[in-house]
């Protein structure tokens, strides 16, 4: 797998995981001096190649990662964690688009998220494109892929989590959250589905001023904003 872009990279060669080697269009360009020195003092194979980026569609900023294809985790294994790290968790159901769900893994980070679940059909999966909208954000959070996102809801539910649905209509989402939460984000197109929508506690919804013609808010925007509901909850 590639990772492009100077802010993705960076965060990639910090972090702890097996790199292959760093591609870079110029050794000799400023902005990449500190990337460089990263790589060499993890005695990373470093190769310059102009050629090389003509295959990328997004800004590569002349410089990309290639590291072994992304793990995820099992739901068992992160429920072995301590406790304290395994308090608020997100569920993306149907959550297809790359871009918000890179989005969502950098808003995770910042507010203190400390799994998200993905399901293996219907919902992006980890690639270049989402690592690179997260911002270093995967570096602080696994990602959990499962078959059925109803059956995990009902496993964590059982280990004493509270799982909170977001949806047009509901309580508002400021005034609850216990601190050992699911929160579950709709797709972008349809929210949850019925047999999802069924396995939540409550169901929360973000106001909205009554006069807006805008009819709701995309996935990564509404996860934002639970994020942050959430987060102030806790301080």
Known sequence: ME??????????????????????????APKLREILDLAYDQGLEVREDRNYFYKFKSSHQGVCLEVPEYEYMDLDEFLRRPKEDRKAIVALDGVEDVGNFGSIIRSASVFGISAIIITKDRSA??????????QGGLEDLPIIMVVN???????????????????????????????????????????????????????????????????????????????????????
């Open 3 to 28: 990772i492009i872009g100077i802010r993705a990279v960076s965060e990639a060669l910090k972090a702890d995981g097996k790199k292959i080697r760093l591609i870079v269009q110029d050794k000799k």
């Open 125 to 134: 999966h980890i690639t270049p494109a989402v690592i690179k909208t997260a």
């Open 149 to 235: 996102l109803s059956r995990a809801l009902r496993e964590l539910k059982d280990a004493g989590y509270f799982v909170l649905g977001t949806d047009m209509e509901g309580d508002d989402v400021g005034e609850v959250f216990d601190s050992d939460v699911v929160m579950v984000i709709g797709s972008e197109h349809s929210g949850m589905r019925p047999g999802v929508k069924k396995e939540c506690d409550k169901i929360l919804t973000i106001p909205m001023d009554k006069k807006s013609s805008v009819g709701s808010l995309n996935a990564a925007v509404a996860a934002s904003i639970v994020f942050y509901e959430y987060h102030k909850k806790q301080s």
